[in-house]
């Protein structure tokens, strides 16, 4: 439910109708289909039943915070808004994050509607625990729920827009299959964006972006090499150039027009014949390699580039599908077929649009030796996808993955902790972390922010019981624990038994799933500091 | 008898014939800090904690009779005992402790218990009678972590700088803007673009050795300067000036303890709000009510009818000490 407590919070930051617009795209192209089909429902304006009344909530939120009712109800007439008051209210009394449940909205209307099968006291008590035990976004959006009152000032309109151009529809098409008695499943919201054969194409326009998640399994995971495209992941501007009958657009993820700002391009594309949709990627380029994205920032500021700056900031497109041909729809096809394609309408294309090339290495041991050397190649990693797949709209994990060599962050295990000052006097908050060196660890880093209060609690708590040594306010633990840490740079350092000293550490998440032997090595930090 | 009452000029103490941040010209003031509704010029002499005295030469002139005090010093006035404490609010900030026929009064100005890398901590004040603020006088306010609301503005800032827009943070330009360098500096090293109203304030924060993030003058850019992804500290006064013009699709944030509330933030009208306050929240009033051992308490600033009724609930003697004058929400 994070997801769409974050789109309910975007409606509410915004009141420009771009922004929601925006907001639910990208939340329609990062959610599961039974999750996207209840927000759907519950944005067009659906309720679910009340579970619980106001004077119920309240008297929870009394219970969770110790305050007496009169106090609660001053806070409901300050606040104006009562699950906005009872989610401000109520204490997190249980700082367990595994208890916090990661479930999607889907499950969450299953949980709720679930609750009118057991008796008032008990829903009281059920409830209470959901929301003691949830981060505060998706407490309110949860209490929104409850109170069956999800206003979030999003007109249906918009939303039958967004999903029009999330699924590359017309919108009449899409508020017609909206129409009548809908109801939200999996399958009914995949039957809401499913392409439609008998729509003409519109020749100018771009076609809704496939977009990769995250690579988060080994690669070992994903099967046979064979199955697999792999190419670099490119840092530049995803892109699709769009070559109709009338001349040649280049538009950006976001369905952003770029035109005029790469001319070079677009010359390029015209001598393509009409009918084309390439996807692929806008990079700075001199000789046979990317230039840093920097060097693209200049040119996408500027509208109508200057002979300096075309010379300075040369740009090049590499193609990586084709998604129409001869004014033909090609997305249904296999990545296979499209690929082959592709590679033959660019045999002879201008040297402006090139072919992002093929990984050939045999096997994953071979693909991961090169994303090793990412850095070196000034791109960010690599992609990979599914050679049998066809180009679907959104992000649908499993058929693209972005396989990022992600430099500035590390999972390292906690080594020492120390109490910290004022507010968190009697909490150990200070916290040092170390990397694998041989089979020793070694620390690299000191830091003392990223963590929840609840979770400052429990790792207190864990650190208390798994102290293996004392010095003085110090003490050593277990080396058990792994934690995300991001970082702003890292160099390399005589002053540090480690040989490298890191700017700004924070920690970005506790990774309760990995067991400290998975931790990073040092290795990887002296690679990323680079030099001898 | 009470030490201090409540007069058309402010808060006055008999015994020792000065006022505390009187709101018209009088012959002693002695000023909690340097915000424009505590320190107002006209008084014939100011008596203040010595770390605030930079910023009160800002407020009330170069000239301005004010003499420092260090923490802790006891000094006389008239018939009264007087100290001053940190409060912890901003630099210099300053409860102060009366003591007089036999009893202590605590004035605490305005104040946080939170850890503030820019001032000297809250120093709990044992009293008889304590007069609080009550700014944010509900517990609906509790204030998360500082640290984390500065991982929040990081973010915002790095979601700035993908999206290619300026990140236009609103707060107050005394106190807040330095506090929020500050948190920023132990995550980062990247300069902040400073509003005009600002620059004097956060040079004498940095003379006074606080360590913030660099930065540079909105002024100093040259005309038409792009400022995608970055930075930018400007007063909430700002916010809707033509001054904004040149943040082209900027997105606006405000930090601030009314960011707690959604309806706050709505009403005014900002993208994002970060829930950083410089005064107590309600744990924090509480905690201080339970720190001084005071057997009465008046609480001033705000609506206090809620914190009044709680406090006697839980059988302390207290009551809201009215005022003619109408506080704004402008330094919260
Ligand atoms: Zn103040």
Same mark, same amino acid.
């Given at each position: 439910?994070?997801?769409?407590?974050?789109?309910?919070?975007?409606?509410?930051?915004?009141?420009?109708?771009?922004?929601?617009?925006?907001?639910?795209?990208?939340?329609?192209?990062?959610?599961?289909?039974?999750?996207?089909?209840?927000?759907?429902?519950?944005?067009?304006?659906?309720?679910?039943?009340?579970?619980?009344?106001?004077?119920?909530?309240?008297?929870?939120?009394?219970?969770?915070?110790?305050?007496?009712?009169?106090?609660?109800?001053?806070?409901?007439?300050?606040?104006?808004?009562?699950?906005?008051?009872?989610?401000?209210?109520?204490?997190?009394?249980?700082?367990?994050?595994?208890?916090?449940?990661?479930?999607?909205?889907?499950?969450?209307?299953?949980?709720?509607?679930?609750?009118?099968?057991?008796?008032?006291?008990?829903?009281?008590?059920?409830?209470?625990?959901?929301?003691?035990?949830?981060?505060?976004?998706?407490?309110?959006?949860?209490?929104?729920?409850?109170?069956?009152?999800?206003?979030?000032?999003?007109?249906?309109?918009?939303?039958?827009?967004?999903?029009?151009?999330?699924?590359?529809?017309?919108?009449?098409?899409?508020?017609?299959?909206?129409?009548?008695?809908?109801?939200?499943?999996?399958?009914?919201?995949?039957?809401?964006?499913?392409?439609?054969?008998?729509?003409?194409?519109?020749?100018?326009?771009?076609?809704?972006?496939?977009?990769?998640?995250?690579?988060?399994?080994?690669?070992?995971?994903?099967?046979?090499?064979?199955?697999?495209?792999?190419?670099?992941?490119?840092?530049?501007?995803?892109?699709?150039?769009?070559?109709?009958?009338?001349?040649?657009?280049?538009?950006?993820?976001?369905?952003?027009?770029?035109?005029?700002?790469?001319?070079?391009?677009?010359?390029?594309?015209?001598?393509?014949?009409?009918?084309?949709?390439?996807?692929?990627?806008?990079?700075?380029?001199?000789?046979?390699?990317?230039?840093?994205?920097?060097?693209?920032?200049?040119?996408?500021?500027?509208?109508?580039?200057?002979?300096?700056?075309?010379?300075?900031?040369?740009?090049?497109?590499?193609?990586?599908?084709?998604?129409?041909?001869?004014?033909?729809?090609?997305?249904?096809?296999?990545?296979?077929?499209?690929?082959?394609?592709?590679?033959?309408?660019?045999?002879?294309?201008?040297?402006?649009?090139?072919?992002?090339?093929?990984?050939?290495?045999?096997?994953?041991?071979?693909?991961?030796?090169?994303?090793?050397?990412?850095?070196?190649?000034?791109?960010?990693?690599?992609?990979?996808?599914?050679?049998?797949?066809?180009?679907?709209?959104?992000?649908?994990?499993?058929?693209?993955?972005?396989?990022?060599?992600?430099?500035?962050?590390?999972?390292?295990?906690?080594?020492?902790?120390?109490?910290?000052?004022?507010?968190?006097?009697?909490?150990?908050?200070?916290?040092?972390?170390?990397?694998?060196?041989?089979?020793?660890?070694?620390?690299?880093?000191?830091?003392?922010?990223?963590?929840?209060?609840?979770?400052?609690?429990?790792?207190?708590?864990?650190?208390?019981?798994?102290?293996?040594?004392?010095?003085?306010?110090?003490?050593?633990?277990?080396?058990?624990?792994?934690?995300?840490?991001?970082?702003?740079?890292?160099?390399?350092?005589?002053?540090?038994?480690?040989?490298?000293?890191?700017?700004?550490?924070?920690?970005?998440?506790?990774?309760?799933?990995?067991?400290?032997?998975?931790?990073?090595?040092?290795?990887?930090?002296?690679?990323?500091?680079?030099?001898? | 008898?009470?030490?201090?009452?409540?007069?058309?000029?402010?808060?006055?103490?008999?015994?020792?014939?000065?006022?505390?941040?009187?709101?018209?010209?009088?012959?002693?003031?002695?000023?909690?800090?340097?915000?424009?509704?505590?320190?107002?010029?006209?008084?014939?002499?100011?008596?203040?904690?010595?770390?605030?005295?930079?910023?009160?030469?800002?407020?009330?002139?170069?000239?301005?009779?004010?003499?420092?005090?260090?923490?802790?010093?006891?000094?006389?006035?008239?018939?009264?005992?007087?100290?001053?404490?940190?409060?912890?609010?901003?630099?210099?900030?300053?409860?102060?402790?009366?003591?007089?026929?036999?009893?202590?009064?605590?004035?605490?100005?305005?104040?946080?218990?939170?850890?503030?890398?820019?001032?000297?901590?809250?120093?709990?004040?044992?009293?008889?009678?304590?007069?609080?603020?009550?700014?944010?006088?509900?517990?609906?306010?509790?204030?998360?972590?500082?640290?984390?609301?500065?991982?929040?503005?990081?973010?915002?800032?790095?979601?700035?700088?993908?999206?290619?827009?300026?990140?236009?943070?609103?707060?107050?330009?005394?106190?807040?803007?330095?506090?929020?360098?500050?948190?920023?500096?132990?995550?980062?090293?990247?300069?902040?673009?400073?509003?005009?109203?600002?620059?004097?304030?956060?040079?004498?924060?940095?003379?006074?050795?606080?360590?913030?993030?660099?930065?540079?003058?909105?002024?100093?850019?040259?005309?038409?300067?792009?400022?995608?992804?970055?930075?930018?500290?400007?007063?909430?006064?700002?916010?809707?000036?033509?001054?904004?013009?040149?943040?082209?699709?900027?997105?606006?944030?405000?930090?601030?303890?009314?960011?707690?509330?959604?309806? &706050?933030? /709505?009403?005014? $009208?900002? +993208?994002?709000?970060?829930?950083? *306050? !410089?005064? %107590?929240?309600?744990? @924090?009033?509480?905690?201080?009510?339970?720190?001084?051992?005071?057997?009465?308490?008046?609480?001033?600033?705000?609506?206090?009818?809620?914190?009044?009724? &709680?406090? /006697?609930?839980? $059988?302390? +003697?207290?009551?809201?000490?009215? *005022? !003619?004058? %109408?506080?704004?929400? @402008?330094?919260?």
């Amino acid at each position: 439910m994070r997801a769409f407590a974050e789109l309910y919070a975007a409606f509410d930051r915004s009141t420009a109708t771009s922004a929601k617009l925006a907001a639910l795209r990208r939340w329609l192209a990062a959610a599961d289909s039974g999750d996207a089909a209840w927000g759907v429902h519950l944005l067009a304006g659906a309720r679910l039943s009340r579970v619980l009344a106001p004077a119920q909530l309240k008297r929870l939120a009394a219970e969770s915070a110790g305050l007496p009712d009169w106090l609660v109800d001053e806070c409901h007439a300050h606040v104006g808004d009562l699950a906005e008051t009872v989610a401000l209210l109520a204490v997190a009394a249980n700082p367990d994050p595994d208890h916090a449940p990661a479930a999607g909205l889907a499950d969450w209307v299953r949980r709720i509607v679930r609750l009118r099968t057991v008796d008032e006291h008990q829903r009281a008590a059920i409830v209470r625990g959901w929301i003691e035990a949830l981060g505060p976004s998706e407490r309110f959006v949860l209490l929104k729920l409850l109170t069956g009152a999800l206003r979030v000032g999003v007109s249906r309109g918009l939303v039958v827009r967004a999903i029009a151009e999330h699924a590359g529809l017309p919108p009449a098409r899409v508020a017609e299959r909206l129409a009548g008695d809908w109801s939200p499943s999996a399958a009914a919201f995949d039957a809401l964006v499913a392409p439609d054969e008998t729509a003409a194409a519109d020749t100018a326009r771009p076609v809704p972006f496939c977009l990769a998640s995250g690579l988060d399994q080994p690669v070992e995971a994903l099967g046979e090499r064979d199955a697999w495209l792999a190419e670099w992941k490119w840092d530049g501007i995803r892109a699709q150039i769009v070559r109709g009958t009338a001349g040649a657009w280049l538009w950006s993820r976001g369905d952003e027009a770029l035109d005029g700002r790469f001319p070079e391009i677009e010359q390029a594309a015209r001598a393509m014949p009409p009918g084309v949709v390439l996807d692929g990627e806008l990079l700075a380029w001199r000789g046979d390699g990317p230039l840093p994205f920097a060097r693209l920032q200049r040119r996408v500021n500027r509208r109508r580039p200057g002979a300096t700056l075309l010379a300075e900031c040369p740009v090049r497109f590499l193609a990586y599908d084709l998604l129409r041909e001869h004014d033909r729809d090609l997305r249904a096809q296999p990545l296979r077929d499209r690929r082959a394609r592709l590679e033959r309408l660019l045999a002879d294309a201008p040297p402006a649009i090139g072919l992002s090339p093929i990984l050939a290495a045999e096997d994953w041991a071979g693909l991961r030796a090169l994303r090793e050397t990412a850095r070196a190649h000034g791109v960010e990693g690599l992609m990979l996808k599914r050679l049998d797949s066809s180009y679907r709209p959104g992000r649908r994990r499993g058929d693209w993955w972005k396989w990022k060599l992600d430099p500035l962050t590390v999972d390292a295990v906690l080594v020492y902790a120390q109490a910290g000052r004022g507010r968190r006097a009697g909490l150990h908050t200070d916290y040092t972390f170390a990397l694998w060196d041989r089979d020793a660890l070694l620390p690299v880093a000191k830091a003392y922010s990223g963590l929840d209060d609840a979770e400052i609690v429990r790792l207190d708590r864990w650190i208390r019981a798994h102290t293996v040594e004392r010095f003085g306010p110090v003490r050593r633990v277990e080396p058990v624990q792994v934690f995300e840490l991001a970082f702003e740079g890292v160099q390399r350092s005589s002053r540090h038994r480690s040989g490298i000293a890191v700017r700004f550490p924070r920690i970005l998440r506790w990774r309760h799933d990995k067991p400290a032997a998975e931790a990073d090595r040092l290795e990887t930090l002296r690679a990323i500091a680079g030099g001898g | 008898m009470a030490l201090i009452e409540m007069t058309a000029a402010g808060l006055y103490c008999r015994a020792g014939d000065f006022h505390i941040d009187p709101w018209r010209p009088v012959p002693c003031a002695v000023l909690t800090h340097a915000h424009a509704d505590h320190a107002r010029a006209g008084s014939a002499r100011y008596i203040a904690a010595s770390e605030g005295l930079e910023l009160l030469r800002l407020r009330l002139g170069s000239l301005a009779p004010i003499e420092g005090r260090a923490y802790g010093e006891r000094f006389d006035l008239g018939s009264a005992r007087v100290s001053l404490h940190p409060a912890g609010h901003i630099l210099g900030s300053a409860q102060v402790r009366i003591e007089a026929d036999g009893e202590v009064w605590v004035v605490t100005g305005d104040y946080k218990r939170d850890p503030d890398p820019t001032c000297a901590p809250f120093e709990p004040v044992r009293c008889d009678v304590l007069v609080t603020e009550a700014t944010f006088a509900l517990p609906v306010y509790r204030w998360p972590p500082a640290e984390r609301v500065a991982l929040e503005v990081l973010a915002w800032w790095d979601a700035c700088v993908r999206e290619r827009i300026p990140a236009v943070l609103c707060c107050y330009a005394l106190g807040k803007a330095q506090r929020l360098l500050a948190e920023l500096a132990r995550l980062t090293d990247r300069p902040v673009h400073l509003h005009g109203a600002m620059a004097a304030l956060v040079d004498a924060y940095r003379q006074a050795g606080v360590p913030m993030l660099p930065t540079r003058p909105v002024s100093d850019a040259p005309r038409g300067r792009d400022f995608a992804g970055e930075l930018i500290l400007a007063p909430p006064s700002a916010a809707g000036t033509p001054w904004m013009r040149r943040f082209r699709d900027a997105s606006l944030g405000f930090a601030s303890g009314w960011m707690q509330v959604r309806g &706050h933030r /709505r009403r005014r $009208g900002y +993208d994002l709000g970060f829930v950083l *306050s !410089d005064h %107590a929240d309600w744990p @924090g009033l509480l905690a201080t009510v339970h720190d001084s051992g005071a057997r009465r308490v008046l609480a001033m600033h705000g609506d206090a009818d809620a914190f009044v009724r &709680h406090l /006697r609930e839980s $059988g302390i +003697d207290a009551a809201a000490l009215r *005022s !003619d004058f %109408a506080r704004d929400e @402008g330094s919260a």
